[in-house]
């Protein structure tokens, strides 16, 4: 009886031994592209954006020294962003294949709540582009997290010729005098690339096709208004 005993517990013990011993889960590897201590290159705005500045006020600045300070004055939302470039000899950066980026990370400072974009570019102008993710910024320091969704941006353009992310704004800042500071622009990687889905999803009955319900996401894409 004892001896059935003392063989269970060894056994027990075992099994802890090799749960503790086994395999930890990768961790998501994350790098920084932009963090602004050398220089603003090579980043870029649309000609009727406003100001780009760097910026040394640590106050302003999440890690290291400097930041980038935004200053939007354009007239139309089109004129209202300014990209980041994720292929730079300067830097020595290469980013631009979108099946090993999961997503991108970007400390934001606002002095006042206000609407803030972020998206993917694919022109060396960043004229093509995927339409931004809104997020609401608050008063001070701002995380923001966007996914990279390689389904619907596959829909568009290649995966592997991303040219950058861009920031947009709207006019009610530009109305309101409001301006950020940008800094620690980071992404996470992936160690496999992504395996994309198929999204377009149609139905049919009784002879016809359904081309849109309006209730995916990819169905954004086939209207355009003028």
Avoid at 91 to 117: C, H, R
């Amino acid at each position: 009886m004892y001896r059935k005993i003392i063989a269970s517990l060894l056994v027990l013990c075992c099994c802890f031994i090799f749960f503790g011993c086994g395999e930890k889960p990768e961790l998501a590897k994350v790098e920084t592209v932009y963090d602004f201590e050398k220089t603003l290159r090579p980043v870029g705005m649309n000609a009727e954006f406003g100001k780009v500045l760097l910026n040394t006020d640590q106050q302003y600045a999440s890690e290291g020294k400097q930041s980038l300070q935004l200053i939007p004055s354009g007239i139309y939302d089109d004129q209202l962003y300014v990209y980041f470039p994720f292929e730079s000899g300067t830097l020595q950066i290469n980013y631009t294949d979108l099946n090993y980026l999961s997503q991108i990370m970007i400390d934001v400072y606002a002095p006042s709540e206000m609407q803030f974009g972020v998206g993917m570019y694919f022109s060396d102008m960043a004229d093509l582009k995927i339409n931004p993710q809104y997020f609401t910024l608050q008063p001070g320091w701002n995380e923001i997290v966007s996914p990279v969704q390689h389904s619907l941006i596959g829909l568009q353009y290649e995966l592997t010729a991303c040219r950058g992310i861009y920031v947009q704004f709207t006019k009610d800042s530009v109305e309101n005098e409001q301006y950020v500071w940008v800094d620690n622009i980071r992404v996470e990687k992936r160690t496999e690339p992504v395996e994309v889905d198929q999204n377009i999803l149609l139905d049919e009955w009784d002879g016809y096709c359904e081309l849109a319900d309006f209730e995916h996401a990819y169905q954004q894409l086939i209207t355009t208004p003028y």
